[in-house]
Nanobody, 117 residues
Framework: QVQLVESGGGLVQPGGSLRLSCVAS????????MGWYRQAPGNQRELVAA???????NYADSVKGRFTISRDKAKNTVYLQMNSLKPEDTAVYYC???????????WGQGTQVTVSS
C-alpha cells in the first residue's frame, strides 16, 4: 500500500507564495511520476504539475511561470512552489503518484489552498 501525506496549504493573499510538500511511503514499485492536481468547487480535478522519474516536468498552462514542481528522490517527496498566487488558484490540492506497469494512481487526502484578500 502507498501512502501520500500533503502539507503546506493555507490562506494567502493574492500575489503571495506557498510551498506544498507531499511525502510518499509504503510499497512503491516502479514509480513513474509524481504530481499535483487541484479541484475547485463545482469543477473537475485538473492536473497542475507533474514530474516523471526521469525528471521531465509538465505544467498546466494556467500556472506556467508561476509554479515549480521539484522532487527529492531520496526522501520520496515532491514539492510545489507556488508564486504570484491568484484567487483562481483557490482549490483543494491533491498529491498524485503513478506506479507500476499500469500507471496505477495513488492519491493524498488533499490540502486546501485559499487565495484571498
Amino acid at each position: 500500500q502507498v501512502q501520500l501525506v500533503e502539507s503546506g496549504g493555507g490562506l494567502v493573499q493574492p500575489g503571495g507564495s506557498l510551498r506544498l510538500s507531499c511525502v510518499a511511503s509504503g510499497s512503491i514499485f516502479r514509480l513513474k511520476a509524481m504530481g499535483w492536481y487541484r479541484q475547485a468547487p463545482g469543477n473537475q480535478r485538473e492536473l497542475v504539475a507533474a514530474i516523471t522519474n526521469g525528471d521531465d516536468t509538465n505544467y498546466a498552462d494556467s500556472v506556467k511561470g508561476r509554479f515549480t514542481i521539484s522532487r527529492d528522490k531520496a526522501k520520496n517527496t515532491v514539492y510545489l512552489q507556488m508564486n504570484s498566487l491568484k484567487p483562481e488558484d483557490t482549490a483543494v490540492y491533491y498529491c498524485n503518484l503513478k506506479a507500476g506497469t499500469s500507471y496505477t494512481d495513488y492519491w493524498g487526502q488533499g490540502t486546501q489552498v485559499t487565495v484571498s484578500s
